[in-house]
């Protein structure tokens, strides 16, 4: 059975820090890529950040530089540390899994039909 599980979110105010955790089973972690995305109410899915399975990454504009997605194979986890937060990163980030491309955008997350999901977790930056 597959799992994909997010912890870490949480209230901040801005500037603050988060880590986001996401643990998955069930599938050949090595061999998958990951990545978080975010969705607040109102707003498209939007993909914050991917790492391949060779260990490059891609990251959305918004998040250049305050954002970093790494991972622990041996762990089957991979994290979304996130510095100098602000109120428009408020949302529900959401981990994904994939053995292929990610999608940009999209009207809603989870995506139907495209990878492992976990269940989200909420991020909300007060300002």
């Known amino acids: 059975e597959v799992q994909v599980v997010e912890s870490g979110g949480g209230s901040v105010q801005a500037g603050g820090s988060l880590r986001l955790s996401c643990t998955a089973s069930?599938?050949?972690?090595?061999?998958?890529?990951m990545g978080w995305y975010r969705q607040a109410p109102g707003n498209e899915c939007m993909l914050v950040s991917t790492?391949?399975?060779?260990?490059?990454?891609y990251y959305a504009d918004s998040v250049k530089g305050r954002f970093t997605i790494s991972q622990d194979n041996a762990k089957n986890t991979v994290y979304l540390q996130m510095n100098s937060l602000k109120p428009e990163d408020t949302a529900e980030y959401y981990c994904?899994?994939?053995?292929?491309?990610?999608?940009?955008?999209?009207?809603?997350?989870?995506?139907?039909?495209?990878?492992?999901w976990g269940q989200g977790t909420q991020v909300t930056v007060s300002s």
């Open positions: 994904a899994a994939d053995f292929g491309g990610f999608d940009t955008i999209a009207t809603m997350c989870p995506i139907e039909d495209f990878g492992f």
């Open positions: 069930g599938f050949t972690f090595d061999d998958s890529d």
């Open positions: 790492i391949s399975s060779d260990g490059s990454t």
